[in-house]
């Protein structure tokens, strides 16, 4: 079955500007979980989505934020970009519920530089 | 919060040569997974250990879970050079939802031909 499709694959915004990242998940997964990957602070969680709902939220300030749609699809967005926001977007799917539910599988990422 | 520390972070081996990472937690992990990640390409699962001193082999990678789950190791007999990227160690925070990871900063591995 198809992986985890994250888009864009690269993109460039300007400091100031917002950003929306989209994932769609295996199909079945019903958890999707966002992450940050930069050099300096590694991988990082950003808040994961099962059934349209956020369960859980890492520290990350309010601009950035996701939702899910009843497709199990998932956007994040960023809000007033800023330089240190510059990094790899990892979507992650995982079944959410059943043997195996914390497994992760990742898309191949969104990587954004902010100029 | 909950942190993995991994060890060491950046290994250069020859091909042929064994490799080891390490993973070390202050508090008990519920249980531990281990991800690659290939430069340029993004983390993949390679296994889950649950049970204290579990031992998994998956061909030339053994994976360890320390007898009191606050340690677990990655060790790579006789490398290949498509044995090269990062490897991450993850904790599931007990408790948690099931998507929420913390990954370790990992241990970047090079092998030289």
């Known amino acids: 079955k198809a992986g985890v499709t994250q888009t864009p694959r690269y993109l460039i915004k300007t400091r100031g500007q917002q950003v929306t990242l989209s994932c769609s998940p295996i199909?079945?997964?019903?958890?999707v979980s966002w992450y940050q990957q930069t050099p300096g602070q590694g991988l990082q969680f950003l808040f994961e989505y099962f059934s349209e709902t956020q369960r859980n939220k890492g520290n990350f300030p309010g601009r950035f934020s996701g939702r899910q749609f009843s497709n199990s699809r998932s956007e994040m967005n960023v809000s007033t970009l800023e330089l240190g926001d510059s990094a790899l977007y990892l979507c992650a799917s995982s079944p959410g519920q059943e043997a195996g539910a914390n497994v992760l599988t990742f898309g191949a990422g969104s990587r954004l530089t902010v100029l | 919060g909950q942190q993995v520390m991994q060890i060491p972070q950046y290994q250069h081996v020859q091909e042929g040569e064994d490799f080891t990472t390490y993973c070390n937690s202050s508090?008990?992990?519920?249980?531990i997974q281990w991800y690659k990640q290939r430069p340029g390409g993004h983390p993949v699962f390679l296994i889950q250990l649950v049970k204290s001193g579990e031992v998994k082999k998956q061909k030339r990678l053994t994976f360890q879970f320390g007898e009191a789950k606050k340690n677990s190791s990655l060790h790579i007999t006789a490398t290949q050079t498509t044995d090269v990227g990062t490897y991450f160690c993850a904790d599931f925070l007990r408790g948690s939802t099931l998507g929420r990871l913390y990954f370790g900063r990992g241990t970047q591995l090079t092998v030289w031909p």
């Open positions: 199909s079945g997964h019903r958890s």
């Open positions: 508090t008990t992990l519920s249980n």
